[in-house]
Every structure is written in C-alpha cells, then in structure tokens.
C-alpha cells in the first residue's frame, strides 16, 4: 500500500508545476502611498528616508547630505565608511548629480518603519550562479535608523567587494 501512495504523489508532483520555483518579488506600483502612516512620525521618518535615497543617493546630490544624515552616521556597509563625509567621498565616485526624481528609480517593494527605525526593501536582479545565462530576482533590504530628524545608523546585506 506503501509504494502505491509513493507512486500516487510521484504522479501528482510530475504534472504539476515546479513547487520549488521562486516567485519574485514585485515592485509596489504606488510608492507614494508606502508614505503613509497614522502615526505622524512614523511617516516623518518614512519620508525622511524616501527622500534622502532619492536626493542623496540616486540623484547623488552629496551636497544635501546635511540635510538628511547626522555628521558621525554610522555605516555598517562593509564597503562604506561611518561618517557623513566617508559617505559622500564613497558615493561621489559614482559621476556627477543627476536630475532629481519624484519617485525612487529602484524597484522598491515596501517601507516599514517602526518605533525609530526605517527599512526599504527592493526588488534585485542578479545573474544565476548556477547558469550564467540567467537570473534571478531576490530582495535587497536597507534599514536606518532616525534620530534627531535624521539619519543616523544603516545596516544592508552588503558582501566585502
């Protein structure tokens, strides 16, 4: 009876479709309502961030960094430097200012934000390290913390380049 319930569940997974493939992960369409909160400072923080990633970091408008991030910002990229002027030496490698966008260019998924913490999750796309010839989508997640109307601390899944 045994092998007949094995054969039966062996038939039933080979017509169906593959159980163990990934659904990816899926861009929010509507950023500016990831914005809203009831709580007003927890949507200040939200905005706070949604802001500097889009002005500081993808613009690269370093020159507004005061604006958005304490002066001993503390950075656990293992990449980046901690300090605001580490982070603007880092990232103005990465070519001059561009126009500023009303929305993130990333595809980003969901801000959450909690007590005095933010955490922005994207969708990414890398190359399949089984088959070069493919990719495969997976979520990146930055998380920051506030203090003082700014930003303070930062933790990603960045690896050692």
Request: overall charge negative.
């Amino acid at each position: 009876m045994r092998h007949y319930i094995k054969v039966f569940c062996l038939v039933i997974l080979i017509g169906q479709p593959d159980l163990t493939a990934q659904i990816p992960p899926t861009p929010a369409e509507d950023q500016q309502a990831l914005l809203e909160s009831d709580d007003p400072e927890l949507e200040k923080n939200k905005k706070l961030v949604y802001d500097c990633w889009r002005i500081v970091l993808e613009a690269r408008h370093l020159d507004q960094a005061e604006k958005y991030m304490k002066e001993d910002y503390i950075q656990h990229n293992p990449n980046v430097a901690t300090g605001r002027e580490a982070f603007v030496e880092f990232f103005s490698q990465f070519g001059e200012p561009q126009p500023i966008k009303d929305t993130i260019q990333m595809p980003l998924i969901e801000i959450v934000a909690e007590g005095d913490m933010v955490v922005l999750s994207f969708a990414r796309e890398y190359p399949d390290p089984n088959d070069e010839s493919k990719t495969y989508t997976t979520t990146w997640f930055d998380m920051f913390r506030i203090e003082n109307g700014k930003l303070a601390e930062h933790w990603d899944s960045a690896r050692k380049r």
